[in-house]
């Protein structure tokens, strides 16, 4: 079962810019918090940037003032804008998302979507 679907990934050039989203599906309610992690060629998963439900972000130092994560609840759709892009950036991203349900901490990921930034 899905619980959550990114896209908006992409090929671009170094110093260019993508916007990727994840949509969660209707029984999924990231309550909690929901983020985007990335896993590059022969690297392990690293964390990227993170949001709460009361708004309240965190970023890896590699994406700080380079990319920006927004949520628009209505549309329980997260979203993370990347700017200034670098080979280095070049990885598969991947949607957390963590939720309170029935006294338990859940927590689901997305497929994926593939960056790829080239010089």
């Known amino acids: 079962q899905e619980h959550l679907v990114e896209s908006g990934g992409g090929s671009v050039q170094a110093g260019g810019s993508l916007r990727l989203s994840c949509l969660a599906t209707?029984?999924?309610?990231?309550?909690?918090?929901w983020g985007w992690y990335r896993r590059a060629p022969g690297k392990k998963r690293e964390f990227v940037s993170e949001i709460s439900r009361d708004g309240h972000t965190n970023y890896d130092n590699s994406a700080k003032g380079r990319f920006a994560i927004s949520q628009d609840s209505a549309k329980k759709t997260l979203y993370l804008e990347m700017n200034s892009l670098v080979p280095e950036d070049t990885a598969m991203y991947y949607c957390?998302?963590?939720?309170?349900?029935?006294?338990?901490?859940?927590?689901?990921w997305g497929q994926g979507t593939q960056v790829t930034v080239s010089f």
């Open positions: 957390k998302c963590r939720s309170w349900k029935r006294a338990s901490l859940l927590e689901y």
């Open positions: 209707e029984d999924t309610d990231c309550n909690v918090d």
